[in-house]
């Protein structure tokens, strides 16, 4: 139930983004979806790729400071109020998000939701008791 | 624990018989240097000769010598001996300007492989060592200096020189080196590459001692360097000036270097003022050579501040010891008016868990106020996915760091290896305040 992400430090100088794009390029690694959480200095870019250990090994060898981490791909129906549902679950388990990040699937109609929890565990186990559809890593990869 | 002395003779001299043979030595340099046109001018506008001086407290009414004399008699203005007795030339790197040009005659060669394996012996070298010295031969003194002084004492020479990391890295091991001289920096790098390669370079080469000088450095890069080789690492002391390495060196109880008194003389100065400080004060460290004959220095400031303590050693030495050098009075950078020494914050730096060493001092100015930017390269252990607990990181060494040198530093990280990595000095400050 859980997905892999990768995380990468990105110093804030011009061609850094271009240059992890032309690398995981190279290799034929393709990003299903990306977020960019950035400060004056630097940026933390997170992206869900389809093959997380060969863009890990990739990007550490180009020279790049990586890490991997869990997250929390949750499916709702792409249409007003799905998103708020979700985080009223949350809310009412007192389970804090640290940060989040969404796209829309391209046939299904549905929009992901990518979900970075303290406590991935119970956060995955109250989803699931309220039957949130959670993503597995295998179809979010081939999405 | 036994210590080895190499020169028991004057390493371990009763302070007063010490006193006694450096003011006969003065004495006679003085009468030496009073042959040398800059001394000669110097001693007159002084109003001083060399019958003024009585006792070793009259030292403090000779005029200081200084590296722009050197410059100003380029390049051999300063010898107070005919070049027929000069056998060697040395001088310095010379990055600012003109280099500093020191001669040898074939007494001082002598003398200072003798002062070499005063050192070396009280580091721990033995005759059965094999010494890998990777500092470059050339007209830097330092390789020289430790190769003399490394053959004297019988142990095997390797002289490597500088450069060639991965074919360093292949002699060492190969040719199975039990010592290593080199700079603490270029010590790290030999690490680095060595786990790069996969291996563990305490288990891969044989290396029991490790001699660094060259460059400042903290009391936990030592610890860094000694735990990732599985080394005793000390420290020694010297400058091209002033014979090269071989005026101070650590003994194995590893609390101050030992300056050879008998043929140096230290005073700690006010780097401002130029007066002279009491024992146990930090100041600029200067230095009379009461042996040499080639050039024969009075006076020489040699810009490294430092602390001197003379209470007894252990290891039977009866030298003064001086402190590690904490930066250069010129290298000391004066940020909002506060005295800061990049040591300092390599200090605050290595305390800080998963931090490397590697890192850039920026000072700027913007409009009136300095501002002093703490580059460090991240690696794994500091990168975090979440912005909040990369800030707190960020923010928890900023407020060490102005506990420790009282001053606000940002810091800022940046992606490894986008930091020079030198295989001599590392060069850690770019100061735009003045340009």
Known sequence: ?143 | MEYNIWDPLHECLERKDLQHLQLERLRAILDRVAKVPCYQEKFRQAGIGPGDIHTLDDLVKLPFTTKEDLRLNYPYGMFAVPMRDVVRIHSSSGTTGKPTVVGYSRKDLNDWSNLVARFMTAAGVVPDDIVHIAFGYGLFTGAFGLHYGSELIGSAVIPMSGGNTERQIMILKDYGATALVCTPSYALTLADRIEKMGHDPRIYLKLRVGLFGGEPWSEELRREIETRLDIVATDNYGLSEIVGPGVAGECLRRKGMHIFEDHFLPEIIDPETGEVLPPGQKGELVLTNIVQEAIPLIRYRTRDITRLHYEPCECGRTLVRMEKTMGRSDDMLIIKGVNVFPTQIEEVLFQVEGCEPHYQLVVEREGTLDTLEVQVEVNENIFFDEMKKQRAFIEMIEKRLATNIGLHAKIKLVEPSSMPRHEGKANRIIDKRNK
Do not use: H
């Open chain 1, 1 to 143: 139930m859980k997905v892999q992400q990768i995380s990468i430090f990105i110093e804030n100088k011009s061609g850094r983004l271009a240059e992890v794009a032309r690398v995981l390029g190279e290799k034929k690694v393709n990003i299903r979806a990306l977020s960019l959480a950035d400060t004056s200095d630097f940026g933390i870019l997170r992206l869900l790729v389809d093959d997380t250990d060969v863009a890990l090994e990739t990007l550490k060898s180009g020279g790049f400071t990586v890490n991997k981490t869990e997250v929390v791909a949750v499916e709702v129906p792409d249409q007003p109020g799905g998103l708020c549902r979700i985080l009223q679950v949350l809310d009412e388990a007192k389970i804090n998000v640290e940060y989040m990040y969404a796209f829309v699937e391209r046939n299904a109609g549905n929009a992901v939701i990518i979900f970075r929890f303290d406590d991935i565990d119970n956060a995955i186990t109250t989803l699931q008791g309220k039957n949130v559809s959670i993503l597995t890593g295998e179809k979010l990869y081939s999405l």
